[in-house]
């Protein structure tokens, strides 16, 4: 992945400069997004049909999604030098908000961006992932009550993980929030009901196993002893 990429160069030049040694200089990225082009997409369209929001105004899909919430992850795996990573723009063009005239709604890539930023933690913890087809991320929130995991699921099989916490101990509730849809290419439009949605769920006898919908993202917030 390109966070990746970026901040092991970053890392890389601390050591290979003289000038940065011992300087904790962070990394700020001006713009980000992601989508994933559909050939299709392009069979079936003009080129100047592609765009359905002005310029440039792109139409996200469920898989979209799924690669922002991935993005999501891979910087907080990277905050002890990743310091800001604004997000490309907001309302229509590539933004994550799409408006006509008389209506407006989250696209399918703004949902990730609402939920991780009111539910995910601000302590990174540090996650050993054996099942190679998720994405996994984790963080304590500030005061320590709730341990939140991200899980994204790209594939079109839904996952099982087993859960084997160190210095921590589930008091079995919680809540989650998920984002799914079996269909990549569904759609929100404005001024029609949308298609791919935000479900919360309160969570009562929770253990160390859980279940992952396949085209999914997960974000659990999990109560600790």
């Known amino acids: 992945m390109i966070i990746s990429q970026k901040t092991t160069y970053h ?46 105004g792109r139409r996200y899909f469920m898989q979209d999604a799924l690669g922002i919430a991935a993005g999501l992850h891979e910087y907080y795996r990277q905050s002890d030098i990743m310091y800001l990573a604004t997000y490309a723009q907001t309302v229509n063009v590539i933004g994550c908000v799409k408006a006509t005239k ?26 050993v992932n054996n099942n190679l087809a998720l994405d996994i991320a984790a963080a304590w929130t500030e005061d320590h009550k709730a341990l939140t995991i991200g899980i994204v699921n790209p594939t079109a099989q839904q996952q099982q993980i087993t859960m084997d916490l160190k ?18 290419m569904a759609y929100n439009e404005p001024g029609k009901e949308p ?15 859980l279940t992952v919908p396949a085209l ?6 999990l109560v600790v002893q």
């Not at 011992?22 to 765009?51: F, H, M, Q, R, S």
Request: overall charge negative; hydrophobic content about 35%.
């Open 195 to 209: 298609n791919v949605v935000i479900e919360e769920k309160e969570l009562s006898n929770v253990s160390n196993s």
């Open 11 to 56: 890392r890389d030049l601390r050591q290979e400069l003289d000038s940065l040694k011992g300087k904790d200089i962070k990394v700020a990225l001006t713009e980000w997004n992601y989508w994933n082009y559909n050939p299709g997409e392009g069979a079936k369209l003009n080129p100047t049909d592609a765009y359905w929001y002005g310029e440039l």
């Open 167 to 184: 210095g921590a101990q589930l008091a079995g509730t919680g809540r989650l929030g998920l984002i799914a849809h079996s269909d990549p």
């Open 216 to 221: 999914s993202v997960s974000l659990y917030s």
């Open 102 to 127: 008389t209506a407006a709604a989250f696209a399918t890539t703004g949902l990730p961006l609402a939920l991780y930023r009111n539910h995910y933690g601000t302590i990174p913890v540090d996650v």
